[in-house]
């Protein structure tokens, strides 16, 4: 089985519609949504509703959280707690029900999916080095863990290896995969990224799919949010 697995969204429906394009054409058999559906962008209500219609497991990222609990919201910096005010303002309590509702982790056949990190997911901990990852594989037993948060892609292997972009999974090792971001990588690289696992394969690959950058930076603006918000999407950090 092939799955698709995207992370960190941020209200950018262009990225997201993008992603789903490319899935069309890559033989996908599920996607799994690691979470941050909302934050940043302009278009959450757009962005929520494909998710739901088109995912088939989705957990939460501390910005879905932030919507309700205060704590979580208390931890953001200046622009991204006025985007959830923005955001709060702008869907219905049915979604903010929803977003609430979404589990921290999932866990299939050794395979653990979660937005930041494996080991109590809900510090919402980053893991953007070989050392922070090294640290990581001492608290979590799956061969594998999926995850976003940081919005840069990366391969962690235990062993200390890394890897940009594919892997082929080793039964005798273990790996957590960065899948990037869909609606605001900060890698230099402005266009989407989502990851595909082949399980049949064994194989990871990470994807990057160009999108129509300038729209979804335009809406950022004339919705009234901040506009580092939107000049970073172009410059993709």
């Not at 962690?156 to 273990?174: A, M, S, Y």
Request: hydrophobic letters at 40%; charged letters at 25%.
């Amino acid at each position: 089985m092939k799955t698709a697995v995207i992370s960190d969204i941020h209200s950018n429906i262009e990225a997201l519609t993008a992603v789903f394009s490319d899935l069309e054409e890559t033989g996908i058999e599920r996607v799994i949504c690691l979470g941050d559906i909302v934050g940043y962008g302009a278009d959450p209500d757009d962005c929520l509703n494909l998710i739901k219609e088109k995912c088939d497991i989705v957990v939460a990222g501390n910005h879905d959280h932030a919507m309700r609990d205060f704590e979580e919201y208390s931890l953001l910096n200046s622009y991204a707690a006025e985007a959830i005010d923005w955001t709060r303002s702008k869907i219905s309590e049915e979604w903010k029900s929803y977003l609430e509702s979404l589990p921290l982790i999932f866990e299939e056949n050794g395979i653990v999916y979660v937005h930041a990190s494996p080991h109590k997911p809900e510090l919402w901990s980053y893991i953007v080095s070989r050392e922070d990852a090294l640290y990581e594989f001492r608290y979590f037993k799956g061969s594998a863990a999926f995850i976003g948060h940081s919005h840069r892609t990366g391969i962690f292997c235990h062993d200390g290896d890394t890897f940009d972009v594919e892997v082929i999974l080793n039964e005798n090792k273990r790996y957590i995969i960065n899948v990037g971001s869909v609606g605001q990588p900060r890698d230099g690289n402005s266009n989407a990224a989502y990851a595909v696992y082949d399980d049949t394969m064994k194989s990871v690959n990470i994807n990057r799919v160009a999108y129509d950058v300038e729209s979804a930076a335009e809406k950022i603006i004339d919705a009234g949010l901040p506009g580092f918000l939107s000049s970073r999407l172009t410059a993709g950090i």
